[in-house]
């Protein structure tokens, strides 16, 4: 089986719930048309199956490994990069100023989840030259955007993002990586771990964005700066000059992505210090590389949805060839007949397109933000539904991986149908960019507590009406019925949550979110459905199949919102309780 791109349905949701048309020809995306949407994924998906995809199994096999202090990635991934830079890939969403697409992000998000199904390992090194590309667009000077983003647009150059560190952790105020003034430069001395594709030759130069202090700087958050630290120091043309005083010192041996180089890097191993140019002002740089990272978040809520999505049909290809028992009513047949099998899939398909649904409606909100008049309230969207598309789709696609292993039985357990890669790497995607308890806290705390709940009210008003809709429809009134039972609920939970203490809404977090995420995926799919029948003239089967999605996940996905919530209520432990588990009572 090999990874085929969902074409179909990436085109319908960024139609109907991303609002790629009504952006398109709008400021910054003038450049864009819908009539060039279907050749742009097509083009994305033909690099994905047959050039980044068949390198998959490559990088599991072959890991990237360091010689003589340089990384050496797996056999074929720089010729995959090659070709991913000339089409022009690296710079889907980078402004036309310095030769980008100035595509929708609502796009490339369809293009970045092509990425992460077809290869995750390989996907990391671009998705991070892309947010490294948007903080640089945003918040540094003229001159450091002149001399650098035209190559990172190109692709020549990639890019880093440098926070974490031994003793740190995701806790950043804990950075001492140190910052010493050296002119119109600094010196950087340090060590950071966990840098995905922090060292390989793919590209002729990396550039780095580094957390550090400045000497002098307040201690915690507020004492951060952040700064541009390249491979090489660019020569004349942009031919890479002097290797600068950095690298990696060891690889990662993880549990998955294995094709992926993550290095422990340090920076002014030789004495010297690693010269790098401060972006934007001394002690913001946390606030900037906010701009990274929530960039980073979307693209590793996509990673989610790509994952799905290679699960799945891995499952319905071995499903439908595997012959095993005998079918209820038939005397043989493949596996694929079973009820339970097609309870299974149904699972992994309505999961997966749940959170398509989410993530490209999130990428929509950032897009809309960007082009009129609702851009406040737009962005308040996109800000809401970020830690949903990271942690929720994240979390399901370790459910819908582990359902792919099922289907495929003791066969998933073994190595060649590949399921167990999709397991290990999956993993991942709830740990890196944030926890998914970070994401719940951020839900719960900045995202619902800022506003008094306001945005959150407003999608779960915008779903009510959608259910006054659906009810109307014969084949779809009873998911309406169930996603409004569930709205109920989710309102009066906020307005709970709302009056408890920090300590209960954090120990409530991630029910909290994961409820929410649960119910908001039925809402956008009822949504789909809604256009899906309205359209179905079109083409029946494909119609019919978003509304059969729609009411499986109402019917049978939905209920575990209900669990979650009643897990959020019950949240606060007793304070003796937690003290005698740490003496093993």
Known sequence: MTYRAPLKEMQFLLRELAGVEEVCGKAPFEEASPELVPAILEEAAKLAENVIAPLNAAGEADPPRIVDGQVRETAGFAEAYRQFAEGGWNACSASTRFGGMGLPHAINSAVSEMWAAANLSFSICPILSMAAIETLETHSDAELQERYLENMVSGRWTGTMNLTEPQAGSDLAAVRTRAVPAGDHYRIFGQKIFISWGDHEMAENIIHLVLARIEGAPEGVQGISLFLVPKYVPGENDAPGERNDLGPIALEKKMGIHGSATCAMVYGEAGKGAIGWLIG????????????????????????????????????????????????????????????????????KSMTEAARAISYSAAGALDR???????????????????????????????VASMCMQVHGGMGYVEETGAAQIVRDARITTIYEGTTTIHANDFIGRKMQRDGGAELSRLLLEARETCALAAQSDRLAEAAGFVGESLSQAQELTQWLLQESDETRAAAAVNFLMGCGTLIGAWLLLKAALAAEAAMEQDPHFHQSRIRICNFFAAQILPRAGAHYSAARRASLPDQWLADMALGI
Do not use: C
Request: aromatic fraction near 6%.
């Open 369 to 399: 933000s960007m082009t009129g008049a609702e851009g406040v309230r737009a962005r308040a969207r996109f800000e809401l539904l970020i830690p949903v598309a990271k942690g929720w789709n994240t979390e399901i696609a370790q459910d």
């Open 281 to 348: 002002e001394e002690n913001k740089g946390l606030s900037y590389m906010f701009t990274m990272m929530n960039s980073a978040r979307l693209h590793v809520g996509l990673e989610g949805v790509g994952l799905s999505e290679l699960a799945t049909q891995k499952a319905v290809a071995f499903a439908a060839e595997r012959v095993q028992g005998r079918p209820p009513g038939r005397r043989d047949g493949a596996i694929i007949h079973h009820p339970d099998v097609r309870r299974m899939i149904m699972f992994m």
